[in-house]
């Protein structure tokens, strides 16, 4: 069995909690994680968006996602295909977001690369337009 089966279905369900409550659902997040993650974002930590630095721990992760969820509604997260290979799902979609201060809003097309092993995320890359988010967020 290929490492990316064990957590194919887990993954999938969620995503789609993850869009169903509009971001709400961080723990199932978290209980993807393994202890030790490398978890990154295209931004990392720049354009107004500091959350999204390289995070090593689920307790890390959860600061992300507060950050990203404290700052934007999210209006949709829709994944199309997921693409996979030995340790790793790719999930090619799609994500809106509204920044809550700014009221300005963006749609981007996603790509989340998730990398597991003992059925845990030991590695996630998401890149998405930076300079869209960048430009919602912006003062």
């Given amino acids: 069995m290929a ?5 194919m279905e887990p993954l999938k369900a969620a995503y789609r909690e993850w869009h169903a ?13 393994a202890n030790q993650v490398d978890f990154r974002s295209l931004a990392n930590g720049g ?3 500091p959350w999204t630095k390289t ?13 990203l969820t404290s700052d934007f509604e999210m209006q949709h997260y829709t994944i199309d295909r ?6 790793t799902i790719v999930a090619l979609g799609s994500t809106a977001w509204r920044h ?12 989340d690369v998730w990398r597991f092993k003992d059925g845990k995320v030991i ?7 930076t300079a ?3 430009a919602t967020a912006a003062s």
């Avoid at 490492?3 to 957590?7: D, F, H, I, L, P």
Wanted: proline share 3%; aromatic share 14%; glycine share 12%.
């Fill in 132 to 134: 869209a988010v960048g």
């Fill in 123 to 129: 590695s996630y890359f998401e890149f998405y337009d």
């Fill in 82 to 87: 997921y693409v996979c290979e030995g340790d």
């Fill in 100 to 111: 809550k201060r700014t009221g300005r809003g963006f749609d981007t097309p996603k790509v």
């Fill in 47 to 49: 354009l107004g968006i």
């Fill in 21 to 33: 409550t509009k971001g709400k659902s961080i723990d199932t997040w978290l209980r993807l994680l």
């Fill in 3 to 7: 490492e990316w089966e064990a957590g």
């Fill in 55 to 67: 995070r090593k721990s689920p307790m890390e992760v959860r600061e992300y996602l507060l950050g």
